[in-house]
């Protein structure tokens, strides 16, 4: 299995960029398809961006589209999710995920493995 950690969230004022990092031991990244979420207190955890598992095939939320990037750079095992041009609303706990799956998905329940989490607060 698989071991996520996040890092790189923090407060930022708006217009602003982070870049989330997700650092993997145990497996290599490109053993999975990969998630990035993200959520408040109270609300579903909601998909931001998904890559498959040969990362030919991305995905992004709507709301994020043009503004974050997901990659992966198999030599350091790590995950990133680069985030520009950030607003209020994105203010949220950001998690990554892992899963077994070949084909991106964006079903939280479908993933397998969690990172334990990183806040990003915009302000604005």
């Known amino acids: 299995q698989v071991q996520l950690v996040e890092s790189g969230g923090g407060v930022v004022q708006a217009g602003g960029s982070l870049r989330l990092s997700c650092a993997a031991s145990g497996r290599t990244v490109s053993s999975y398809a990969m998630g990035w979420f993200r959520q408040l207190p109270g609300k579903e955890r909601e998909i931001v961006a998904a890559f498959s598992r040969s990362g030919g095939n991305t995905y992004y939320a709507d709301s994020v589209k043009g503004r974050f990037t997901i990659s992966r750079d198999n030599a350091k095992n790590t995950v990133y999710l680069q985030m520009n041009s950030l607003k209020p609303e994105d203010t949220a706990v950001y998690y990554c995920?892992?899963?077994?799956?070949?084909?991106?998905?964006?079903?939280?329940?479908?993933?397998?493995?969690w990172g334990q989490g990183t806040q990003v607060t915009v302000s604005s």
């Open positions: 995920a892992a899963t077994l799956r070949v084909l991106l998905t964006t079903t939280p329940l479908a993933y397998d493995y």
